[in-house]
Each structure stands twice: as C-alpha cells, then as structure tokens.
C-alpha cells in the first residue's frame, strides 16, 4: 500500500475509533466515519466491505503492535525470552484494557445478535495469535533451561490468566477504571514473577 493510501487508511480508523468512542457501535455509521475522516462513502465499502469489515480492521489495528514485537524478538536468537516476557507484558495488558480496546469488546458483544463478525475478529487478532506467539517465547525459555514444564500452550494460557484475569470483563462493564502506567507495571511483573515461581527449574 503506497503512502497516501496509508495515511487515508490510518485516517478512516482514527474516525472510526472516534465515533465508536462517542456513539457506540449500534449508532455509528459508515456515512458518519466517512464524513469525519474526509473520505467518500464508496471508498469506505471498496476497502472494507460494510462496517463490520472496518471495525474488524480495527481490530486487527489494535493487536498489531504486541504481535509484531513478539514476531520480532522470536526473529532474533539472541533475545532474552524472559526479557521479552518482561517487555511485552505491560504492552499486553496495555493493550487490552485500553479504551479502544473495552470499545471493540461492546462492539462484539452488541454485534453478536447481527452478524457475529467482531467476535471472531477479536479472537483471531487477540487469543489466537498472541498465545501460540507466548507460547513460542516460552519455548525459547524451556530450551534454555530457564523455566521447565511440557506444555508450552498451556503455560501461555497459564501466563494471561495471570496477567489479565478478569480485567477484560470489568473493564468493558464499566466496574474499572483504566489502570495507571505504574498499577500495569506492577501487575505485569507480578504475573512474570508468578510464573517464573510456577515453573522454576527443578
């Protein structure tokens, strides 16, 4: 994608997000997110299909970050993997508790009875790409000798039990407030500190 079309797409999300944020999902329309980002309907339908594609979109938007940093350091052989855990954490939990992020979880829910779309693109982007990328970094991890177990899977699932619990949930029924900088930090390196505590090397 060259760099206009980029900056347009970027755009686009950024009005998205805006209106999902003021709106809700069931009142945003593509007529409006078109009106705020400058864009043309026809544009809109052309890169994305309907709304649930451009929250979809977004979705993916979101998630990228921890992906890539994880696909990353699994790049590189000489990077820590307790490191990383350590680095990748706070941008997780950031992450998913994040206003975007509690936006696009009301966006699935209310999505659920119309065509159940947004859900799944969560689980695509969030779940099911961050866990088996956990679960490769714990690899590296038991290879080295720094953690012992034999469920590399499990122990990922075990690791955002730890670091996020029912934060999700709270967060999107409105019981929680955004965590500050130092409760995300705190609360990431207690979940490492546990699991390293779990799985120590006998």
Known sequence: MGDY???RRA????AAF???LE????????LEIARR????NETLYKWYGNKQGLFAALVEAN??????LLRARLQGEAADPIETLRDVGPLLLELVTSERAVALNRAAVGDVHDTATLGSALARAGRETVVPLIASILEKARRAGLIDHGDDE??????IALLIGDLQIRRATGVLAPLSE????????????????LYRPR
């Not at 998630?63 to 890539?68: D, K, L, P, S, W």
């Not at 499990?154 to 690791?159: C, H, I, L, Q």
């Not at 930090?185 to 500190?193: K, N």
Request: overall charge neutral.
């Open 5 to 7: 079309a980029g900056r």
């Open 11 to 14: 755009a686009i999300e950024e």
């Open 18 to 20: 805006a209106v999902l």
């Open 23 to 30: 709106k809700g999902y069931k009142a945003a329309s593509i």
């Open 37 to 40: 980002a400058g864009a043309s």
């Open 63 to 68: 998630a990228r970050t921890v992906a890539e």
């Open 154 to 159: 499990s122990v990922a699932e075990t690791y």
């Open 182 to 197: 130092a409760e995300i930090a705190a609360r990431a390196e207690r979940a490492l500190t546990l699991l390293l505590s």
